[in-house]
Structures are given as C-alpha cells and as structure tokens.
C-alpha cells in the first residue's frame, strides 16, 4: 500500500500492458516499455545539458574566457569542445565523427558545449547510410578505437548523443534494452560500455591493483584495439531472438570486412564474440581437473593470444554484468582454467 515513484521490475508488465505494448517474438511487453522509457530518458538529459550550460552561461558570464582555437573546425572554451561554425556538421557530415576524436586526444577537453550539442542535433539526419557507409568515417572510428586512451569516455559521449547508434545501426538497436534476468542490472548498451571500461581499466597503471594478471597479460598483448571491438560487439544481437553470440559474430566480421580491419585480427574479433560467454560456463560448470575438458578447450582456442584474449573479455563481461556477480571463486575458476589450458598449450 505504500506509495512508490519507482517503476520497479514487478510492476512493468502490468504496466506496459496497460500502455498497450504487447510481447512478440523476440521482446517481452515489459522490455518494449522500458526500452521506450529509457529513449526519452536519455532525450531529457540531452537537452538537460544544453539548458544547464545556457543558464549557467547567461547566469555567470566568463568574459574573461576565450575559445582556444584546437584545429580550423573545433575549439576548447572553460574545458569544452566548442565547434567553430554551427553548420560545419550539415555541410560536412563526416566532421561528426571527427568531433570525438579531437576530444580523445586533445588534453583537457570535459566535454562538448551548449553549441557543439545543438548543432549535433540539428545535423542527426545527415547521420544515414551514406554516412554509415562513408569509408573517411570508417578509418576516423577504427582511430578513436585504436587510441585507446579516452575511449570509454568518448564511447559513453558518443551514445549520449546517440551518435554512437546512428553510425553503428546494430548498437542503436539495443540502446535501452533492458535484461530480465537474474544477473544484469544495466541495459544493454550500458553494460557494453562497462564492459569497454573494464577492458580499458586493465591497460591502466592506476588500476593494476584489481586484476595484476589481468593487467600483465594486457600489458604484453599486441593491438589491445581488438579487445575493444570485441567488448563493443559482444553482446550487440541481444533481443533478437536465437543465439545472441552467433549472430553478433556475423555482425562483426561485417564490421571488420567494412572498416579494412586485417584478416587475422578480424577473424580474432569473431572468434571472441562467438565464444564469448565459453570460458565462464566451463569453469563454473565443468570439472577442471578432467584432463578432457582442458585439452578440448585448447583444441578450441589453439593458441596463447586466443586463449588470453578470451580470458580478458570474460572476466570484464562478468564485472560489467553487475557488482554483485562477480567474486574470488569465480575469479579463481578462471584463472584455473587459463593456466591449465596454457600449459596443455606449451606456454608457462
């Protein structure tokens, strides 16, 4: 009988009934109304931004503070992204784009401001398939994604804005997508994001104290960029019913093949998306001390990069699920079945 102002997960089938949403083949009712919800959600707090900086702007003035001019399309005033001309996207989509990757590896930039938002927004047609399919926007992705540094940041802009999903058509799909299930607390966009950060935090000195070998693996992989991709892929076929793992594997050989990504590490990328969820269900399920079990993993993997790079995406998926899932047996299982499996494979 209390009141609640908390759309609480017993509430939202009857709920969404009530709206008129109806389940189908892929989606429950209740995941239909949420994804909805989450939209407008997301809506609000974009055009939130806007009038927080336009207040704060008209309320306390910085006279005393001028645009820095970073390159001949973007400046910087008070540590945000200021575009230098509010038609620049209109005209030029594919400085779009180009707007993160300045952020990325301009130092002290926060975020974009009042005008950069606008005019993003006013430029969200000019953001379709030819834009999608533009080749200059593919080689500008493929860099924020292989700079590493400030990607989790730049990813989570990117989807703010809802850039993110109008460039990478199957990412928008599950934008809001909520999971009902025991383990997730974060839609799927969100917790593809966490999973990115998790990646991202094991290239981090600062953090080498959570996940040592995880970090020390990290540290000797070569183009750790493929771990992004993969993290960023993972789970991008939720809710579309059949095998989320397979699909999103097709999925991202398109991706690859689209963006010149080399064959050996598209196939790489593939493999972990396939097999992503693999690691975890033998070491909580099977008993690793079945020498079968470990060789037929080995088989599987074939080699020491494979097998490192699924055991890093494994353990960011689980962290990025929710705070409460993971925990040192389960950590431990892992790094069992990592080292057993590389020792079958000749390494240390």
């Known amino acids: 009988g209390r009141r609640e102002d908390r759309l609480v997960f017993d509430l939202q089938t009857a709920v969404a009934e009530s709206f008129g949403y109806a389940s189908n083949a892929d989606k429950r009712a209740s995941e239909l109304l949420m994804q909805r919800y989450y939209w407008a959600a997301k809506a609000v707090s974009q055009l939130n931004q806007v009038i927080r900086q336009n ?9 005393d503070v001028a645009v820095r001019r970073i390159n001949d399309h973007f400046g910087e005033k008070a540590g945000m992204l200021e575009v230098l001309d509010d038609t620049l996207y209109q005209r030029e ?7 993160f990757l300045t952020v990325q590896v301009t130092p002290g930039i926060q975020g974009l401001s009042a005008r ?16 999608r399919n533009d080749p200059a926007n593919h080689a500008v992705f493929m ?9 989790t940041h730049v990813m989570r802009m990117m989807n703010q804005t809802s850039v993110l999903g109008r460039y990478l058509w199957v990412f928008r799909r599950i934008v809001g997508q909520m999971q009902h299930d025991l383990f997730h607390v974060y839609t799927v966009d969100q917790h593809i994001l966490m999973v990115l950060r998790n990646v991202r935090r094991f290239m981090i000195p600062e953090h080498v104290h959570e996940y040592p070998m995880c970090s020390r693996l990290m540290a000797q992989f070569e183009k750790p960029w493929v771990l992004y991709v993969a ?8 809710g579309r019913g059949g095998d989320h793992s397979e699909l999103g594997a097709a999925e991202v050989r398109r991706f690859c093949r689209a963006h010149g990504v080399q064959r050996e590490d598209a196939q790489l990328i593939e493999f972990l998306v396939a097999h992503h969820l693999l690691m975890s269900r033998l ?15 080995a088989r599987l993997v074939g080699d020491e990069r494979h097998l490192s790079a699924l055991y890093l995406l494994t353990v960011a998926d689980i962290r990025g699920t929710s705070p409460k899932v993971w925990n040192a047996w389960k950590g431990k299982l892992l790094e069992d079945l990592y ?10």
């Not at 207040?55 to 006279?63: G, V």
């Not at 993290?231 to 939720?238: C, E, G, R, S, V």
């Not at 057993?340 to 494979?345: A, G, I, K, Q």
Request: charged share 30%; proline share 4%.
């Open 55 to 63: 207040i704060e702007e008209r309320l306390f003035p910085q006279t």
């Open 143 to 151: 860099k924020i994604l292989q700079h590493g540094d400030g990607l």
């Open 93 to 99: 989509p594919r400085r779009i784009l180009e707007t």
């Open 231 to 238: 993290a960023l892929f993972h789970d991008i076929a939720k």
């Open 283 to 297: 070491a909580q399920k099977e008993d690793l001390s079945d020498p079968e079990v470990i060789r037929n993993f």
């Open 116 to 131: 950069t938002l606008r005019a993003l927004y006013n430029a969200r047609r000019r953001m379709d398939s030819h834009f």
């Open 339 to 348: 080292r057993l499996t590389l020792r079958v494979l000749g390494g240390h």
